[in-house]
């Protein structure tokens, strides 16, 4: 399809488009494919028009995501910041590197988000920059990005806690900086987290990064707890490693608890097998990703609630067309979360308020990570984030806190660039390798 060139609008041209990759300091979380490094890369993008205006976006920081964004960055100078269709056909006319594209049926490993495509690749680049277009247009217009997307639909976003089993600290030796959780690596350690979400946050719902141990010390945690939090909504998510037979198992020792089992077996025809021998909902962030697995899943009643990620699935545009997939096929909406900082936060955060059929807590990453590049943190009260009529996103870069993070990564020798959960574990464990699928 050609996409003809917009009437050009006063001061509403892009005129320059700045991409910065940042390292961000990461705590050693664990999961079924190894340990979060210490520094995890994130790509920041401003988008300025001709009048002023400028916008941010934030995605994932990896080299093959760089690779497509620069092109990228460079087309859009010239367009209509408000052409937002535009950017999702300069995408799609970027080449991407077969080697970044993944083989047939290969994982992404590096962030736990199901099979691996070059759409998906473009696609999570475009998502930034239609942030920034949106935040960008905001500023313009002097509208929240809310209201472009339609308006809000409720003023606060409820956010679930987020538990991972994890060391005290990365290993001896290791750049790092420290963090102030501690070790979670049994159920006592898990409800000592859960409890320092709920004081710090006001967290109401929790979920449990599962995968790492074997299914039987998962399901003590769970249940440890469901002990400590009666009746609060739980989620376990083992990414994936077990089998159908240990996920009916899991599912049936825990369906009084679990509001929902998150991606316990890995694909499609595997979850509906669960689906169909429990009666516990099953959610997704791992089989459906993109909008072509969408009708396998929903008709063979693989999935009951899918966690759509702004990130990649597109941006906050194809979220809110997800949801409305969903709504049509009475699946529910929730929203998945990677590491991610304050401008992927104000992002999901908008395009949450303007989802009617968003009826469970979403994930953030965004307590793990210490650093930021906006002058003011966002604030979770009483386990939500408020969503305010200010213009754009409502957030404001901290350059100082931008050129650290950036220097960071320009000092870094490569290692830390790309995301390698399996490396980082080698560390503390030189024989480890991603473990195959289903693990237990
Ligand atoms: O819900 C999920 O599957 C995730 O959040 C995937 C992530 O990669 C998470 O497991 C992590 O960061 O370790
Ligand atoms: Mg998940």
Redesign the pocket.
Same mark, same amino acid.
């Given at each position: 399809m050609t996409h003809p060139a917009q009437s050009a609008q006063p001061g509403l041209t892009i005129t320059d488009v700045r991409l910065t990759p940042v390292l961000v300091a990461d705590p050693p !979380? !664990? +999961?079924?494919?190894g340990v /979060?490094q210490p520094y995890t890369p994130r790509l920041i993008i401003e988008v300025v028009t001709e009048g002023g205006a400028a916008g941010l976006g934030e995605t994932y920081g990896d080299s093959k995501y760089l690779a497509l964004a620069e092109p990228l960055a460079r087309r859009l100078v010239g367009r209509q910041v408000y052409d937002l269709n535009a950017v999702m056909a300069l995408v799609d006319a970027v080449a991407v590197d077969p080697d970044d594209a993944g083989a047939a049926g290969a994982l992404d490993v %590096? %962030? !736990?988000?199901g099979v691996q495509t070059a759409d998906k690749l473009r696609l999570s680049v475009a998502s930034g920059f239609e942030v920034a277009c949106l935040d960008a247009l905001g500023h313009a217009l002097g509208l929240p990005v809310h209201a472009l997307l339609g308006g809000k639909v409720r003023d606060s976003v409820e956010y679930s806690a987020?538990l991972?089993y994890k060391y005290g600290a990365h290993p001896e030796g290791v750049p790092a900086q420290p963090d102030d959780w501690g070790p979670a690596l049994d159920p006592e350690g898990v409800v000592r987290q859960a409890r320092m979400f709920s004081e710090r946050y006001g967290f109401t719902s929790f $979920?449990l $990064?599962g995968g790492v141990f074997p299914p039987d010390e998962e399901i003590a945690a769970v249940r440890a707890l469901a002990a400590a939090f009666p009746r609060q909504p739980l989620r376990l998510?083992p +990414?994936g490693a077990w089998s159908v037979e240990t996920s009916v198992r899991v599912a049936e020792e825990l369906g009084d608890v679990l509001e929902y089992l998150? #991606?316990p077996a890995l694909g499609t025809p595997a979850m509906a097998e669960v689906a169909a021998r429990t009666g516990i909902p099953l959610a997704t +962030?791992?089989c459906v990703t993109t909008f072509g697995e969408i009708a396998p899943a929903f008709t063979s009643g693989a999935v009951q609630v899918v !966690?759509s990620d702004h990130h990649y699935w597109g941006g906050l545009r194809n979220t809110q067309k997800l949801a409305s997939v969903c709504e049509t096929f009475g699946v529910g909406v929730s929203m /998945?979360?990677?590491?991610h900082l304050g401008i992927s936060l104000a992002a999901m955060s908008h395009v949450a308020a303007t989802v009617p059929n968003l009826h469970h807590a979403c #994930?953030s /990453?965004y307590p793990w990570q210490a650093e930021d590049v906006l002058t003011e943190r966002i604030t979770f009260k009483d386990g939500r984030v408020t969503v305010g009529d200010a213009p754009g996103l409502g957030v404001e870069l901290d350059r100082e806190r931008l050129a650290a993070l950036h220097r960071r990564w320009l000092d870094d020798d490569g290692r830390m660039r790309d995301r390698d #959960?399996a490396a980082a574990m080698r560390v503390t464990e030189p024989g480890w390798t991603t473990p195959s699928v289903p693990r237990w």
């Open positions: !979380l !664990l +999961n079924t494919q /979060h %590096g %962030g !736990l988000r987020y991972f $979920k $990064k998510d +990414n998150e #991606d +962030n791992m !966690l /998945h979360s990677n590491t #994930d /990453h #959960d």
